[in-house]
């Protein structure tokens, strides 16, 4: 395997790199809560809209579907994005979110970014690309159980990971992901020795996708894209909980995105630049104990993807209250406003953050 250092210049994403404000401050726990929602780890930064507001938008809102063209994206946009680009294979990477792994490299070019609670109540990130790549993605970190029923929905995606706890080995040989492991196939990843092990193992994701020559190509996994939708409330903050983690967003009227926030921290790439999407996902799900545990006994939890539930959606400054729904594990997920209108997306990255029912 060979070595290599990843340098906090703007080696992957300079083109787009520009002055971040840095010491902005984190988002903070206000407000009151909204209804069933926001029961347990999400929190919510200030006073919702009553429900017969939304109702209220109702009518308008079915005009505004059809005029935005409420639809999968066409042949020539992303289906995870909504912008300009070319259907490619989709590839999975398995992202350490601990302390010590930040600041990240490759988040900004991925597609699509999920945020998901593991042992001990810490995160973990997984970044899908398939309309561009960066040169190398990392720290890369070990899979899941759940990771493979959140998969199903993009085919047969190829996935990168380092590590895996031995009892999920036989689940992943028998799945139909493209398990590509730095333990098997260790040309495309390499270590940077400036940082400390096991947060330093990085990976080539044009030097992955040879090892899965027939992974999926990018389709439709359920998302809508279009303008600004009527309805929903103002909202400048938004962040979940877990137990010894927290993601926060704070949207930003200067840039157009929501910035993301690990632990009230602004979350870096190792372009300089801060970390953050055009739309935001707080999906309440249900967190079960698995049937794994990691080496010093604490037990994996399962994020059960497959079903429905509320969600929140943030994007251009407001957020609206959804529901999503995915009905088994190779279907899409889908995200609808009051009366079952599909909730519009805004183009570029998406960050879906799980949090507990």
Do not use: C
């Not at 010491?23 to 726990?29: E, F, K, N, S, T």
């Not at 794994?292 to 943030?314: H, K, M, N, Q, W």
């Amino acid at each position: 395997m060979a070595s290599d250092t990843v340098h906090s210049s703007p080696t992957v994403s300079s083109r787009r790199s520009r002055a971040v404000r840095r010491g902005r401050r984190p988002a903070v726990l206000v407000g009151m809560l909204l209804g069933p929602l926001l029961v347990g780890s999400l929190s919510l930064g200030a006073v919702a809209a009553p429900a017969d507001r939304e109702a209220a938008a109702e009518a308008g809102e079915a005009a505004e579907a059809a005029a935005s063209g409420a639809s999968a994206a066409p042949p020539s946009a992303s289906p995870y994005t909504g912008l300009a680009a070319t259907p490619g294979p989709v590839l999975a990477v398995k992202v350490d979110n601990s302390v010590r792994a930040r600041p990240h490299t490759g988040i900004a070019e991925a597609d699509l970014v999920y945020v998901a609670q593991v042992e001990a109540g810490l995160s973990r990130l997984m970044a899908v690309y398939s309309s561009r790549r960066p040169p190398v993605v990392g720290p890369v970190r070990s899979t899941r159980e759940s990771d493979l029923e959140l998969l199903k929905q993009f085919g047969r995606p190829a996935l990168a990971y380092s590590g895996v706890q031995k009892k999920l080995q036989p689940h992943i040989d028998r799945d139909t992901v493209f398990a590509v492991p730095q333990e098997r196939h260790r040309g495309p990843y390499f270590r940077d020795q400036s940082r400390r092990a096991p947060h330093n193992l990085y990976v080539r994701p044009d030097d992955v996708l040879p090892y899965a020559p027939h992974a999926s190509h990018s389709a439709d996994i359920g998302f809508r894209f279009g303008p600004v939708p009527p309805g929903g409330f103002p909202r400048r903050e938004a962040a979940v909980q877990y137990r010894a983690a927290r993601t926060s967003f704070t949207w930003s009227p200067r840039e157009r995105r929501w910035l993301a926030f690990f632990d009230d921290r602004p979350a870096m790439g190792t372009d300089g630049r801060q970390l953050g999407a055009s739309t935001v996902v707080l999906q309440y799900v249900t967190m079960r104990p698995s049937d794994f545990s990691d080496s010093t006994g604490a037990v994996t939890p399962y994020i059960e993807t497959v079903g429905s539930g509320r969600a929140l959606v943030l994007r251009d400054g407001r957020a609206y209250v959804t529901r999503w729904d995915r009905p088994r594990p190779g279907a899409g997920t889908t995200f609808t406003r009051l009366g079952g209108r599909p909730m519009l997306f805004a183009r570029g990255q998406v960050w879906i953050v799980y949090a507990e029912r």
